[in-house]
């Protein structure tokens, strides 16, 4: 059993992956923002006889990120880090507010970059970990209407790769996941995907991750 850490646990894949990894018998620590969600998926992991715990935190506050991981590490050892926490606006750039572009700079890449640098000394130390970054395919080509977070996307690619090559003299695994649009919560709100019950279930994608968790690059169309 491995304790595994998943940051956006709340709804979407971040939910599926944490209910994949319970039923395989994994212990997860449900992190977001807002607890009501983190306690549903909490519930349903209960249900199924699987364990979790709540960890609320705004991932994109470097203090607040430490300041958990300081909690965490005196009650349980992590064996595994699923950055997986993301914010998406869509338009022409024009269009974007200044608010949208930086929530998608501070969750996507800050957010990515807190909770790694908050955890690798941990598995440096135990000289084992796995550290697992969602991407989507935002972060292999660009695409209309979609530059800001695109941007982001590509910078958490670029942070994954340089951070596998600094750490391929150790027994740290890191690893990038890169899929379209799932049918989840991401488009509430939007109308930047018309029908989104056309697209890939969070859960199927979360069930290829699960089995496809030791490569080092996925991507799932």
């Not at 609320?56 to 349980?76: F, H, N, T, W």
């Not at 970054?133 to 972060?139: C, D, E, Y």
């Not at 509430?188 to 199927?204: C, T, Y």
């Amino acid at each position: 059993m491995k304790t595994i850490l998943i940051t956006g646990a709340g709804t979407g894949l971040g939910k599926e992956l944490a209910l994949a990894y319970a039923k395989r018998g994994d212990r997860i620590i449900l992190v977001g923002r807002t607890k009501e969600s983190l306690n549903d998926v909490k519930d349903l992991i209960k249900m199924t006889k699987g364990s979790s715990l709540v960890a609320s935190c705004d991932i994109s506050d470097g203090q607040a990120v430490k300041k958990l991981i300081e909690r965490l590490v005196r009650i349980e050892k992590i064996d595994m880090l699923i950055n997986n926490a993301g914010i998406g606006y869509f338009g022409n750039l024009q269009d974007l507010s200044i608010e949208e572009i930086s929530q998608m700079i501070d969750t996507n890449i800050k957010g990515t970059i807190f909770m790694t640098k908050e955890v690798l000394p941990i598995f440096l130390e135990h000289q084992s970990g796995k550290i697992m970054n969602i991407i989507s395919t935002a972060g292999l080509r660009g695409k209309v209407r979609e530059t800001a977070y695109v941007a982001s996307k590509f910078a958490v690619r670029g942070f994954t790769e340089s951070l596998i090559k600094e750490l391929e003299h150790t027994s740290i695994k890191v690893s990038a996941v890169y899929m379209g649009g799932m049918n989840t919560p991401f488009w509430e709100g939007s109308d930047f995907i018309k029908d989104p019950s056309r697209l890939k279930s969070a859960k199927q994608v979360a069930k290829e991750i699960v089995e496809r968790e030791d490569e080092e690059q996925m991507i799932i169309s």
